[in-house]
């Protein structure tokens, strides 16, 4: 039996309302892409076979290193939906990325530990691992995060409590 919604004592309705929307522009997205192929070509010229190695297992390390950092940021979230991050390789958002609308203030927070926490995690691998392996570890890294920052920068005026939502080619900020 379906009730229309003033019979339906307790119901919420949320009312979001566009505040600001980012298109990311293919320019940016094919510059953005073509840094990779760059890093690739410079290992290969500097270290032959091992700079090779080094930009594919250097991209599972950061993938790694992010996905542990995610989890640890997520055990004092409290919301179940929040927690739901998924994987991808569609850009601009390669790897690890929101799998509903997120709250602003929750992604940038999210974002901020990625970024300090994986900084912290590659100084400590630095007298270990060889001089291609930092590179490319340090490169994927920042390559990883770059539209995400770059969003959390353009968004910096917003409210924290607003809702972002990432699309294929767009970022909205909504609020209530």
Known sequence: MKQSL???????????????????RPELMSSHI???????????????MDGLFSWLIGFAIVQLVHSLILLLTFIRVEE???????WGIKPPWFGFKPA?????????RVHRHLFWIGLCLEAILYPWVTESMMISIVFWHF??????????????????????????????????
């Open 6 to 24: 003033q019979e339906q004592h307790g119901a919420t309705i949320y009312q979001y309302k566009l505040v600001k929307r980012k298109v990311i």
């Open 34 to 48: 073509m840094t990779v192929a760059i890093l690739l070509g410079f290992l290969l010229l500097m270290f032959g």
């Open 80 to 86: 179940a939906a929040d927690r739901k991050w998924v």
């Open 100 to 108: 509903n609308d997120i709250r602003l203030g929750l992604f940038r």
């Open 143 to 176: 390559w990883l995060l770059a539209p995400r920052l770059l969003l959390s920068f353009s968004f910096r005026k917003q409210m924290k409590e607003g809702l972002l939502r990432l699309q294929k080619y767009e970022a909205s900020y909504y609020h209530s």
